[in-house]
């Protein structure tokens, strides 16, 4: 599991080795601390380990809190009631099981969503490295992409999936940043850390995955 999760470091190119004393350098402290988090999501007789390497920064006093927006339970209620209920401003809803136009709801899990999410050059972040690593005494890494336990890793998420989105043409929530709505396409989305909720036709769900 921990060979796994480290080879997604690999593939995502999460982070370049550099000296620790390189971050001491440029930022006048030591390396982010690491620790491994590990569950069993199987059971005793079927264990299946899922290991995560996690940052452990946090956040000290002076320093700003940083927060990423979260929708409400009212969001994921309005993607359901958008995909079984017809409006009258909006075109006539198919619920026939076979045709390719019907309404149906799409949920998304992005894996390891963070990692897909780069770091802005001017906040370096360094961290440690896990004994797994095999690396040279005196070595660290400097992150090219958000890490869990990161303080600014959920937010830097948020701004990966957002600006796509408004690319795609769709519109971001005022009251609600997680929230967002396809006019054209008749696609409504609320979107919950690493989880998408979708609503739409089988169709226009198939362009957005």
């Given at each position: ?109 992005i894996s390891r969503a963070y990692f897909n ?41 948020q701004s990966e999936y957002s600006g796509p ?19 054209e396409r008749q696609i409504m989305v609320s ?19």
């Amino acid at each position: 599991a921990r060979a796994t999760e480290l080879q997604y470091f690999t593939d995502k190119e999460v982070w370049t080795l550099r000296k620790v004393s390189e971050a001491l350098r440029r930022q006048g402290k030591p390396p982010i601390t690491v620790r491994w988090v590990e569950t069993n999501k199987g059971d005793d007789a079927n264990p299946k380990i899922r290991s995560r390497l996690v940052a452990r920064e946090i956040r000290l006093k002076g320093k700003e809190a940083i927060f990423a927006p979260t929708p409400p339970l009212e969001s994921l209620r309005m993607v359901l009631s958008h995909a079984t209920t017809q409006l009258p401003d909006v075109n006539k809803k198919v619920w026939e099981p076979d045709s390719p136009d019907r309404q149906m709801i799409f949920f998304m899990d992005i894996s390891r969503a963070y990692f897909n999410a780069k770091v802005d050059e001017d906040d370096l972040v360094y961290v440690e490295l896990p004994p797994e690593i095999d690396a040279p005494p005196g070595m660290g890494a400097l992150l090219k992409r958000h890490m869990y336990g990161t303080r600014r890793a959920a937010d830097g998420w948020q701004s990966e999936y957002s600006g796509p989105l408004i690319e795609f043409g769709f519109g971001q929530g005022t009251s609600s940043a997680c929230v967002f709505t396809h006019t054209e396409r008749q696609i409504m989305v609320s979107v919950h850390g690493d989880d998408f909720s979708c609503s739409g036709s089988r169709l226009h769900l198939q362009w957005l995955e």
